[in-house]
């Protein structure tokens, strides 16, 4: 199984590698022609830069070169309001030119889509610590670029923070608040030196929470299975508990492994009756997909999404599972992780002819493509830089945890936690940081 880790590993990390600008670090999004940066998978590509360092998949020179270029660009690129910018008041735009490296598509400047780039940098600066130029200028352009954030701004006057703010119209409508990836976004935002959230928008944000039990499980739900992954790429949250994961008698570690878990089950179940569901076949979270369409099969009709958020147990789901998500719940629940990559490899054959890894998602309900793969499954045509960071890193945070130790060392990170109200675990042996506002 080793070999297997090694292989995917390898091969999914290899998308950072040709699916960049080397001259600004930007990756490209999606493999399809002419799609532009994401700053997401940029900033997974900062943290994945250290694991290629340490499994020999790139030389220390060429990842310092890397995330250089990468952390250049965006400490020098324009910060305004006007809309062609690369960012303002410290975040950025969702997605960027490729070349230039200025706002595409007319997206939003987006706060969780910043925090995954400022957490890759954070990661590079603890993992380049040698005395030298350019590792010293790696950390001072990743501290200077996390000072520089607003996230009181972020606010926009109200309790919790909001999904982001286009020139066009201001800022977005929707706020960050039910159990989603933003516990990464909420501890930056609290640890920072310079723009600090105050402590009642965490508390705030968990106030929206809702404790669900589902398929033998009782657990902070959310749907999407990439929502109980995300934060914990970077943060290692094994034992750490706040005010509401004490009341529970729990902690977000266990909290994603009891998702993964009904996940699982789910699939073993299958209460929709889609094809190929079962106990190796599972992973239902935000991906790719068949449609937009409706087919009338066996009976029944189906309606198929393209590129949606997908969850359990409310759905949507259409019969798309996403191999990514299976893989990066490693850490949480390796006994039915373990066997479903083992299946995917050699029984199901999704990363046979695959450039990076595992195709990014399939369908095995939707009759297109029945006469092509080993099954006749519907096969996602594209990577994607959010899936392939978070495979990377998981399986390194499984196998040595080195992303976890790395911002362990992080005063931002640490200082975050604990104004949250996080005790137990690896905190245990820091001393106290008072919160903030």
């Known amino acids: ?79 305004s309001p006007e809309p062609d910018a690369t960012g303002y008041r410290g975040f950025y735009y969702h997605f960027l030119d490729m070349q230039t490296g200025r706002r595409a598509w007319r997206c939003e400047l987006s ?10 940098g954070l990661a590079a600066a603890a993992f380049f610590d040698g005395n030298t130029e350019s590792e010293n200028e790696i950390r001072t352009l990743a501290d200077a670029l996390y000072r520089r954030a607003d996230w009181r701004w972020a606010l926009n006057k109200g309790k919790t923070v909001t999904h982001g703010w286009t020139p066009e119209t201001g800022f977005l409508k929707y706020r960050w608040k039910g159990y989603d990836e933003a516990l990464l976004l909420y501890v930056l935002g609290l640890g920072s030196p310079t723009h600090p959230l105050p402590s009642g928008s965490y508390t705030a944000w968990t106030a929206t ?32 508990q706040d005010t509401y994961m004490r009341g529970k008698g729990s902690d977000y570690f266990e909290n ?17 009756g889609f094809d190929g569901y079962g106990e190796h076949c599972w992973g239902i979270t935000a991906s790719d997909g068949p449609g937009p369409s409706t087919i009338k099969l066996k009976g029944i009709e189906r309606r198929f999404l393209d590129y949606a958020a997908r969850g359990v147990p409310f759905g949507p789901d259409d019969g798309t599972l996403a191999p990514w998500a299976a893989v990066t719940s490693l850490p949480f629940a ?39 793969g080993a099954f006749g499954w519907w096969v996602s045509r594209w990577h994607f830089g959010l899936d392939e960071g978070p495979v990377v890193l998981m399986i390194e945070n499984a196998r040595s945890g080195l992303i976890w130790r790395l911002m362990r060392s992080c005063p931002y990170i ?5 104004r949250a109200g996080f005790e137990g675990g690896w905190l245990e042996q820091l001393p106290h940081t008072p919160p903030v506002g």
């Open 111 to 120: 706060t969780i889509d910043s925090t995954l780039l400022l957490a890759g």
């Open 256 to 272: 994603s492994r009891r998702a993964t878990l009904v996940q699982h089950r789910y699939a073993l179940e299958n209460p929709r």
């Open 414 to 418: 640490r200082d975050g936690l604990q």
């Open 209 to 240: 929470f809702r404790w669900l039990h589902a398929y033998g499980q009782d657990y902070v739900y959310a749907g999407p299975l990439f929502i109980h992954q995300l934060s914990h790429v970077w943060i290692d949250l094994r034992g750490l």
């Open 1 to 79: 199984m080793n070999d297997d880790l090694d292989t995917l590993q390898q091969e999914t990390f290899d998308y950072f590698i040709h699916e960049a600008n080397p001259a600004n670090g930007l990756i490209r999004d999606k493999t399809e022609a002419n799609w532009p940066a994401s700053i997401a998978a940029t900033g997974l590509a900062l943290g994945c830069y250290p694991v290629g360092v340490k499994r020999g998949f790139m030389s220390r020179k060429a990842a310092v070169e890397r995330t250089l270029a990468t952390l250049r660009f965006f400490w020098n690129s324009p910060q």
């Open 334 to 372: 390796p006994e039915i992780v373990l066997p479903t990559i083992a299946f995917w490899i050699h029984k199901a054959k999704l990363k046979s002819s695959r450039t990076y890894g595992f195709a990014s998602s399939f369908n095995p309900t939707h009759p297109r493509g029945r006469a092509k």
